[in-house]
Nanobody, 121 residues
Framework: QVQLQESGPRLVKSSQTLSLTCTVS??????????WNWIRQPPGKGMEWLGA???????YYNPSLKSRTSISRDTSKNHFTLQLSSVTPEDTALYYC?????????????WGQGTPVSVSS
């Protein structure tokens, strides 16, 4: 059974770059037809999809955040990484990684436990 685990700093200063890693075990991030997603949930708000990297390495981004978002992977370490630049306190959220058959949340079959990130002003 595949497992995902987010890791990274829990506190980031405004204007800096938030960087999180999702380490995958029990399955390969190059397995055909899977997409590896980043999602966040700000306090008191709903889930927001940030972007994804596909099994072939192609990347997909939320248009509203595309200018600040970069997703990459390291197949030798079987992990993928989110970078969100120029953060503000509005980027404070619980950040999740998830695997799915697409970038749509209702097609995700495995989630990480989530990691909280706070952005200080």
């Amino acid at each position: 059974q595949v497992q995902l685990q987010e890791s990274g700093p829990r506190l980031v200063k405004s204007s800096q770059t938030l960087s999180l890693t999702c380490t995958v075990s029990g399955g390969s991030i190059t397995t055909n037809a899977y997409y590896w997603n980043w999602i966040r949930q700000p306090p008191g708000k709903g889930m927001e999809w940030l972007g994804a990297i596909g099994y072939s390495g192609s990347t997909y981004y939320n248009p509203s955040l595309k200018s600040r978002t970069s997703i990459s992977r390291d197949t030798s370490k079987n992990h993928f990484t989110l970078q969100l630049s120029s953060v503000t306190p509005e980027d404070t959220a619980l950040y999740y990684c998830a695997r799915g058959r697409s970038t749509l949340m209702d097609e995700y079959d495995s989630w990480g436990q989530g990691t909280p990130v706070s952005v200080s002003s």
